[in-house]
């Protein structure tokens, strides 16, 4: 195989490699990328063979054929490489050359013919598929990825839950036992399904693809499998197997307590008081009267931190106690110049944030004894 390309295009693709590619695996094959020829170019692939990834490059192919190569090396390779055009070819015993004006460099590949099977999205009746601008499942992912769960041990809580719920909706939730997010969005199409939850590192590869631009994403769900496609690049990734719990137990169904705050100043609030908290509960006190709000946090080994906030509160007065980096997580993704609305029943029952004017969003915290 031998093709030319431009770099910043090789290196687009690559670059969405970096995060599927395993740094250390008992499979040789899945730390390199597989280099195709197709009709009018290239395609780039790499999988851990739970996500996998394909990105078609334009390219002038010299002769066809297929190569691997180490994803990382290579990707290193081409991001120091001057601008302009590269020439890859394969060479015997699967070495590849690699030149770029005057670099050249040869390095060691595996047989073309290891690298697994790449599934593909195909149209069948059973397939599920909805189509969201890019933008929308950006805000989508931004406001609901950080509470995924990272205990290996919660599979069902380790992934973004997608659903319909009905007719011209998509809705996202996360939850990691301690707090949940979730959000829901008007898409045309579409009708009412079961949800699927989509793994934590296959959300960040979905959220790598569309970090820019307002393109239509695809995404079809087939049996254990969902694909998400925008543009040129095609996602693949095995869902998460078990049952996401029903969030709507969760939610509570009203608030007795209600404070209204700027996200800028409650979030700089938090911030600067947490940083005195203790490390391991990252715990703080929320102490509310009217017309104001104490946050504050005592630390035998380090020390103790209060603030005031202006809210508006008219009731009795009130103390909470939270994990300060649950709060921070949920306010960090809402407009700085927003209002948010905290509601609260006791120091024991979950608080719920929501942004004022978005009904749509919502966020429910624990509390935590302090």
């Not at 010299?62 to 394969?90: D, M």
């Not at 890019?134 to 931004?142: C, D, G, N, T, V």
């Not at 078990?242 to 800028?264: I, T």
């Amino acid at each position: 195989m031998e093709f030319t390309i431009a770099r910043e295009e090789l290196l687009q693709g690559l670059y969405l490699t970096q995060g599927i590619v395993e740094r250390r695996t008992t499979i040789p094959i899945l730390a390199n990328v597989l280099l195709e020829s197709t009709g009018d170019g290239i395609s780039i692939a790499a999988t851990d063979q739970e996500v996998g990834v394909r990105r078609t490059c334009e390219a002038k192919v010299k002769r066809k054929g297929a190569l691997t190569a180490g994803a990382r090396k290579l990707y290193e390779i081409v991001r120091e490489c001057p601008e302009g055009a590269i020439i890859i070819r394969s060479l015997e015993n699967n070495w590849i050359e690699v030149v770029a004006g005057k670099s050249q460099f040869k390095i060691v590949g595996l047989d073309p013919k290891e690298f697994p099977a790449m599934p593909s999205a195909t149209q069948e009746r059973d397939q599920q598929t909805i189509s969201v601008p890019s933008a929308m499942l950006r805000e989508m992912i931004e406001r609901t990825g950080f509470a995924v769960s990272s205990d290996e041990t919660r599979l069902n809580l380790s992934g973004i839950f997608v659903e319909r719920p009905e007719k011209g909706k998509l809705r996202m939730v996360a939850t990691d036992g301690h707090r949940l997010s979730m959000i829901t969005r008007v898409v045309e199409g579409g009708t009412a399904g079961a949800g699927v939850i989509i793994p934590r590192k296959g959300v960040a590869e979905i959220s790598k693809v569309i970090e820019s631009g307002d393109e239509i994403v695809t995404i079809a769900v087939q049996g254990g499998v969902a694909h998400a496609t925008r543009g040129r690049v095609e996602l693949s990734m095995r869902l998460v197997e078990g049952e996401f719990p029903d969030y709507n137990q969760v939610v509570p169904q009203k608030s007795e307590r209600h404070m209204l705050v700027g996200v800028a100043p409650l979030l700089a609030a938090l911030r600067r008081v947490s940083i005195v908290s203790s490390e391991r509960t990252r715990g703080i006190k929320m102490q509310l009267d009217t017309g104001k709000l104490e946050v504050s946090s005592i630390n035998p080994d380090v020390g103790e931190a209060s603030e005031e906030v202006a809210v508006d509160y008219e009731g009795p007065a009130f103390s909470i106690g939270f994990n300060a980096k649950y709060m921070i997580d949920a306010l960090a993704v809402l407009s700085p110049a927003a209002q948010a609305d905290v509601g609260f029943n006791d120091e024991v029952s979950p608080a719920v944030i929501r942004c004022e004017g978005e009904a749509d969003f919502l966020y429910v915290v624990m509390p935590m004894r302090l």
